[in-house]
């Protein structure tokens, strides 16, 4: 189980982490590429990536926590970065965390990594639309940002699941 392997403080820390992080990127850097003939603004990566763990987070530290961990990450955003990337960023986690708790909680019974896909699938594109409109005012990086949020989501997971694969098998030999 998650729970007594994942420090609370260590995955919210990490999480809050990449909420900045994502809104810093797309300053400095503008929009990177994220596969053929596709780009998105920089954070993309970070935003993927902070889906699981925000799915990891909610694991370790219940949903209560995960919302104060935005709204930590969304005020660390407003002083590091461009206010209006903090607003975008901060409504686009609010909504998908929404709809990724719709999604995630009936499923965690059926296993964490499948709760975690279809509710990061979910997350991603919410994420995406409302962040690309507040943000930018248009959907033209949409394909970008689905498909690089897509390849972290898929990373991380992959991460996880052989994590737990050598738990398990170090458990069973052991």
Avoid: C
Avoid at 5 to 25: C, D, G
Avoid at 85 to 98: G, I, K, T
Wanted: proline share 5%.
């Amino acid at each position: 189980m998650i729970r007594s392997t994942v420090r609370p403080a260590a995955v919210l820390a990490a999480y809050i982490a990449t909420i900045p992080a994502a809104n810093l990127l797309i300053e400095h850097y503008g929009t990177v590429p994220v596969g053929p003939g596709l780009v998105a603004p920089a954070g993309v990566y970070m935003v993927g990536l902070a889906l699981v763990l925000r799915d990891l987070a909610r694991e370790a530290a219940g949903r209560a926590a995960v919302v104060a961990a935005i709204a930590v990450g969304a005020v660390l955003s407003w002083v590091l970065a461009d206010p209006a990337l903090a607003f975008a960023s901060a409504a686009a986690f609010l909504l998908a965390e929404s709809l990724d708790f719709a999604v995630y909680e009936p499923l965690r019974e059926r296993g964490l990594l499948l709760a975690m896909g279809a509710s990061n699938a979910v997350g991603l594109l919410a994420d995406s639309l409302l962040f690309l409109w507040l943000a930018f005012g248009s959907l033209a990086f949409l394909p970008g940002q689905l498909v690089g949020k897509a390849w972290m989501t898929v990373a991380a997971i992959t991460v996880i699941a052989v994590i737990r694969h050598r738990r398990e098998r170090r458990t069973v030999t052991v």
